[in-house]
């Protein structure tokens, strides 16, 4: 069974880019949609984009202009960047997959907190 | 605010059966499918049912799901404590071109 996990720093200072990776295990990213999905605190869920295996990406438009993602096949990893953050980009962030494309999110890593403060 | 609506609790007795429900429109719940997740405090959300209708291998009977027109709705019967969680809906929407979550359902068990 496939896990996800996330990994990065806990703590970002405003104005500067917050970066995530998530690594896959027990399966190849050499497939799927690989998404980003995060979670103020105490709020709902809003998905921030996803990576296709090719390198194809689609991201929210709301953070469209802020944010890149990418995938290391060779690592089996694939990471966010966030930059220009705010105390509002504070929330747990999520790695998930979406195994048949714009269907639904089969896998989900545990999360990471991401606080945004000076 | 979400696009996709859903109420902001739901409750019920032990062994009674909860509805939740999903609002859409037509670019999103009209024309993709509806899946729901569960989120047990302090923990990442899971799939509970995925295209409409359809339980992943491990989710117990006891949770359905259907779709009608740009409308879903996930039903849990024989409630259990153990289903007091946070449940959220999910659907592609064609014109923003992104997934959109409904803003969750606090579920009490009595």
């Known amino acids: 069974q496939v896990q996800l996990q996330e990994s990065g720093p806990g703590l970002v200072r405003p104005s500067e880019t917050l970066s995530l990776t998530c690594t896959v295990s027990?399966?190849?990213?050499?497939?799927?949609?690989w998404t980003w999905i995060r979670q103020p605190p105490g709020k709902g869920l809003e998905w921030i984009g996803y990576?296709?295996?090719?390198?194809?990406?689609n991201y929210n438009a709301s953070l469209r202009s802020r944010v890149t993602m990418s995938l290391d096949a060779s690592r089996n990893q694939f990471s966010l960047k966030l930059s220009s953050v705010t105390a509002a980009d504070t929330a747990v962030y999520y790695c998930?997959?979406?195994?048949?494309?714009?269907?639904?999110?089969?896998?989900w890593g545990q999360g990471a907190l991401v606080t945004v403060s000076s | 605010q979400s696009v996709l609506t859903q109420p902001p609790s739901a409750s019920g007795a032990p062994g009674q059966r909860v509805a939740i429900s999903c609002s859409g429109s037509?670019?999103?719940?009209?024309?993709?499918?509806v899946s729901w997740y569960r989120q047990l405090p302090g923990t990442a959300p899971t799939l509970l049912i995925n295209?409409?209708?359809q339980r992943p291998s491990g989710v117990p009977d006891r949770f359905s799901g259907s779709k009608s027109g740009t409308s879903a709705s996930l039903a849990i019967s024989g409630l259990q404590s153990e289903d007091e969680a946070d449940y959220y809906c999910?659907?592609?929407?064609?014109?923003?071109?992104?997934?959109?979550f409904g803003g969750g359902t606090k579920l009490t068990v009595l």
């Open positions: 998930a997959r979406d195994p048949l494309g714009l269907q639904y999110f089969d896998s």
């Open positions: 027990g399966g190849s990213i050499s497939t799927y949609y």
């Open positions: 990576i296709y295996y090719s390198g194809r990406t």
């Open positions: 037509n670019s999103n719940i009209g024309s993709n499918p």
């Open positions: 295209s409409n209708d």
């Open positions: 999910a659907s592609w929407d064609d014109g923003l071109n992104g997934w959109l």
